[in-house]
């Protein structure tokens, strides 16, 4: 872990370069899509309002203006939330769950608006209005659940840390490093708190984190990013059916380390807090629905949380329904029994299976086809 931090100090003006490349790509989006809307609202605006056509234009562009200006305000809120979460973390997380929910808010209205523009349309008779609003229906429902879901959950988050934002002053921590994995313990300093999982030891976490990786990059808040990295893992996971995509997808939105020729199959579920603390080394992979942790919560002590990178070396297989804990490595030519529960270091050229895996075979012989063959035989006796 300490050979992690210190390789993300040393990239941290690479990374710095990333995110102003990031920020440029995104103003050139804002103002494509600012173009685009300029160009259709005075026309949308005009079918509601048709029956004050001499003041449709103006109003249009008033509506518009509002418009930019309600995301620009979001989009400035979450700015500011995401540049002061280093110095004022409490207060940096408000803001920019502010600046988020305002955005979410503009989304919304606009999937309503748009309705009610295909429903009021004089020029449009009944049959028709239904097939586009299916339509509209049939694209955008997924959508506005998601909206509508992000904001129920901000809106939660933003009123219990509001309400716990007392006790979240008062905990304390310490690191502990035990080989590849780093220990958080709290001490909750007379506060309420009995787990990890209430308001004010969650968001002291997320801070945890930020400061012990030092990485520019981790500067949002790790409840937002993992939200995102969850929907794309999980995209992957039940719908991406080619292995070169998914791993493709995984290497590029959660930051998993991949090789060549390693084969992800379907279903496998990926730590959506550390993806990035996950290898495969070349020629390995794993089976239908592997799981594989970076971070466990469920420690003996309710409030302490550990953290390690997981490790799959060169043409190291994991079998189907196998579940891989923090701090693992997978050795060199290694197999792993469908369905184990891999708790330490699995040694090169090696079988193991069972909850927790064990030992049962050692295989001789350092070539893929001599590993694959001697498994092969093995397994099928």
Known sequence: MRAIIREELRLSNVVITKMGKKIIVTFIVLLVMLFI?????PTLFEVIFSYINK???EWASWVYLGLVILVSIGGNVYGTGY???RRKYLTGTFIWMSGAMIM???MLFLIHYTAFVIFLNKSLDLTLKLILISFFVMVMLPYLVLCIEKWMDLSTYFKDIWNHR???RKITYRVEEKGKLVYIHLDKHGTSITNFHEPAPTLKIQEIFLHIRKNPDESLA???KSAFLMIVTEIVRLFTAWPTTRKRILSRFAKVKMGKDVCIAQFTRIDPLFPDLIEFEDGSGCGIGCNFL???FMQRDPLSICIGPIKVEKNARIGAYSVILPGVTIGEGALVGAGSVVTNDVPPYAIVMGVPAKLVKKIEGDGTDDVQSKADEYLNQ
């Open 222 to 224: 790790l409840y937002l």
């Open 294 to 296: 970076t971070h466990n």
């Open 104 to 106: 979410l808010a503009f």
């Open 83 to 85: 540049s002061l979460l």
């Open 37 to 41: 809307g300029w160009w259709y609202y």
């Open 166 to 168: 007392a006790e979240y």
């Open 55 to 57: 003041l449709c234009n």
